[in-house]
């Protein structure tokens, strides 16, 4: 039984470590002045964006990153989860520059192309393959194949899952608890604004981890005559911290959608390459009709993918669909993910990214025993966190219910003054790469005791 935590404890920590957080980022504040007359709201994402001002990084080495005021931090964060081949290593650093000076961009294919998509098929299991520039193309693209495959528009989602940043998927994404609706019925709802209400209708959710709510959903979509085109979903979700499946829904999922002649497709940009070579399709043996890849494809450089059955990937072949990109399988991606796949991304890293993720998974929960948490530690792979919340979370709504959010709050800030650089939002996990070493992994857990015991106190 887990103690109950002080909330004007909480609120008194957080702010001391704002403040200290401010203190020791004024260059960033002067870069976020100097920023915000041009580049809008000062960065080149939203997602980028922080109160009261983003922390800009100078550069990174390894398992390091060290932002403009010369803060050194181990980093947990690694673009997104994108960089599990750490940061300028060597092998993806040698290849692009040994390509650079053949050519960085013809609009043609090229060897590595075909290298690549050799190795991803034989990861996936997946025997057909086609490349974009990002994790939004990636799967705006495989909906649209699977669109054209079965004839059909609706898509079906897994309630707040992210999945890319085009209309379709913008939907049903960090709804407040009492928004979510029906379990049965959960609403689709806009993710800010600018997306056509007609595209939102057509987009239907669904909750995960319930293989039963997903098929009487399709049945009545059935019976209106709106049966899904496909269901896009992460195997694990990623964005609520970490969630895994229960034993058996991934099958369960497997078996409606085919029963139904429903596309199954695997959104691994996240899982993908980072928690098994052949990602979460591999770790958990399902294989779908479609994966998405994107992330830590390109070795750093913007990449995507997409994997996908003979069946399926007909009407590419055929040219029903047009999957297009002016710089799709560009020369110097293409460079940089071949050397990550051959020479970084072996069994052997797996292997150490694995025992890794053991030790800090262990050391988080161990934590959380002795000083009686409202929380749990999971991961698996390369990715993993301390959930904060008395009830195990299974989809988005026992997420919203339980989770303690002004603690995962402080716990961002408290890291980051203590050199654990972690990526923003509860939503959030670490992301540890093959670079990373026991050291590391001991002062995130020596920071997590420290916070434990300041929370405690």
């Known amino acids: 039984m887990s103690i109950t935590l002080d909330r004007a404890r909480i609120a008194e920590l957080t702010e001391r470590e704002a403040a200290r957080l401010n203190e020791r980022t004024t260059a960033s504040r002067d870069m976020y002045e100097r920023a915000s007359k041009h580049l809008s709201g000062g960065v080149a994402s939203s997602y980028q964006l922080r109160d009261p001002w983003p922390i800009y990084i100078a550069k990174g080495s390894g398992p390091k990153v060290w932002d403009v005021d010369g803060n050194e931090m181990w980093d947990f964060h690694n673009g997104f989860g994108s960089m599990v081949q750490g940061h300028a290593h060597p092998a993806i650093g040698a290849a692009i520059a040994a390509r650079y000076p053949q050519g960085t961009h013809f609009g043609c294919p090229t060897e590595d192309d075909v290298v690549v998509a050799d190795d991803l098929a034989a990861r996936f299991g997946l025997p057909k393959w086609r490349y974009t520039n990002s994790g939004s193309e990636a799967t705006m693209d495989a909906i649209r194949i699977a669109r054209a495959f079965t004839g059909r528009d609706t898509v079906m989602k897994i309630f707040g899952s992210y999945h890319g940043h085009h209309d379709t998927v913008m939907v049903s994404i960090g709804v407040e608890y009492d928004k979510i609706g029906d379990r049965e019925n959960l609403a689709s709802l806009s993710y800010g604004a600018g ?124 040219g029903s669909v047009y999957q297009v990109g002016t710089y799709n399988g560009n020369p110097l991606t293409m460079a940089a993910a071949r050397a990550s796949l051959e020479e970084v991304l072996t069994p052997e890293a797996y292997a150490h990214l694995d025992r890794l993720n053991d030790r800090i998974v262990k050391g988080c929960q161990a934590v959380v025993d002795k000083y009686d948490l409202p929380g749990y530690a999971v991961g698996i792979g390369s990715k993993g966190c301390v959930t904060f919340s008395t009830k195990k979370v299974v989809d988005y709504e026992t997420f919203k219910e339980n989770q303690d959010a002004a603690l995962a709050d402080l716990a961002w800030l408290y890291n980051l003054n203590r050199g654990i650089f972690m990526t923003p939002g509860r939503e959030e996990e670490w992301t540890l790469s093959v670079t990373h070493t026991d050291e590391a992994i001991d002062a995130y857990i020596a920071v997590f005791d420290q916070l434990a015991a300041e929370l405690t106190a």
């Open 195 to 318: 997306i056509p209400q007609s595209v939102v209708d057509m987009t239907v959710a669904v909750p995960f981890n319930d293989a039963g709510a997903m098929e009487r959903r399709i049945e009545r979509l059935t019976a209106e005559g709106r049966k899904p085109a496909c269901v896009i979903m992460e195997a694990a979700m990623m964005n609520l911290g970490v969630v895994l499946p229960e034993p058996g829904y991934l099958e369960a999922v497997r078996d409606i959608t085919r029963r139904h002649g429903i596309v199954l497709i695997f959104d691994e940009v996240k899982t993908g390459l980072c928690i098994a070579p052949g990602g979460a399709t591999e770790k958990f043996g399902v294989t779908p009709d479609m994966v998405t890849l994107a992330k830590a494809l390109g070795g750093g450089l913007p990449s995507g993918a997409i994997g996908g059955s003979e069946e399926v990937m007909a009407v590419v072949e055929d």
